[in-house]
């Protein structure tokens, strides 16, 4: 079954605790991205990666690192997580330019930092 | 000025009803528009995009396009009440970002 996956699915943390938030894609897609969704901000892009070693930042990159050392896996870092790093995550993919592609979703990863 | 604005609603329209639901973008160089669907507690989904002037038909959905005043539409046709939900107005710019509106809450009562 075509997929991103996402791990954990929720997460409690304390302040300063690294976390690492994984996403894996099995279809093969170059384009991949990280957005956090708070209520009455909406989705905003973290990072995005084009392809393979290729990543650059979006609207909100303060706090996050990302990597892409291999084709299905883009996973997000949280070096040093602050409470007003809590919020929902979401991982997605698309074949190429996204432009005129679908982006498809991971299931989300619900973050609290107390 | 928010890049991409829609009404938070919640929109409430009966079942067998039309849905209109709106979308205004700020850059004049977007390209592609997209409508996504996210339930509550879920992933967002793809309904339809456009990124012809026009209307774009599938199934009970259309998208209309007015690249000349800068918004975005969706039409739901026979709302049914499995169709309440968010949607999501996404907007790909320059460097082929996609940015999203905050998103409308549909109800659709039976």
């Known amino acids: 079954e075509a997929q991103v996956t996402q791990n954990p699915r929720y997460l409690i943390t304390v302040t300063g605790k690294k976390l690492t938030v994984t996403c894996s894609q099995n279809m093969n897609h170059e384009y991949m991205s990280w957005y956090r969704q708070d209520p009455g901000l909406g989705l905003r892009q973290i990072y995005y990666s084009m392809n393979v070693e290729v990543t650059d930042k979006g609207d909100v990159p303060e706090g996050y690192k990302v990597s892409r050392k291999e084709k299905r896996n883009f996973p997000l870092i949280l070096e040093s997580p602050s409470p007003n790093q809590t919020s929902l995550y979401f991982c997605?993919?698309?074949?190429?330019?996204?432009?005129?592609?679908?982006?498809?979703f991971g299931p989300g990863t619900r973050l609290t930092v107390l | 000025q928010k890049e991409v604005e829609q009404n938070s609603g919640p929109l409430s329209v009966p079942e067998g009803a039309i849905a209109s639901l709106n979308c205004t973008y700020s850059?004049?160089?977007?390209?592609?528009f997209f409508w996504y669907r996210q339930y509550s507690g879920k992933s967002p989904e793809l309904i339809m995009f456009?990124?012809?002037?026009g209307d774009k038909e599938d199934g009970r959905f259309t998208a209309q396009l007015n690249k000349a005043s800068q918004y975005v539409s969706l039409l739901i046709r026979d709302s049914q009440p499995s169709d309440s939900a968010t949607y999501l107005c996404?907007?790909?710019?320059?460097?082929?970002?996609?940015?999203f509106g905050t998103g409308t809450r549909l109800l659709v009562s039976p």
């Open positions: 850059d004049r160089g977007s390209q592609s």
């Open positions: 997605a993919s698309s074949s190429r330019d996204p432009t005129y592609n679908e982006q498809f």
């Open positions: 456009i990124y012809s002037n």
């Open positions: 996404a907007v790909i710019g320059g460097f082929q970002k996609l940015v």
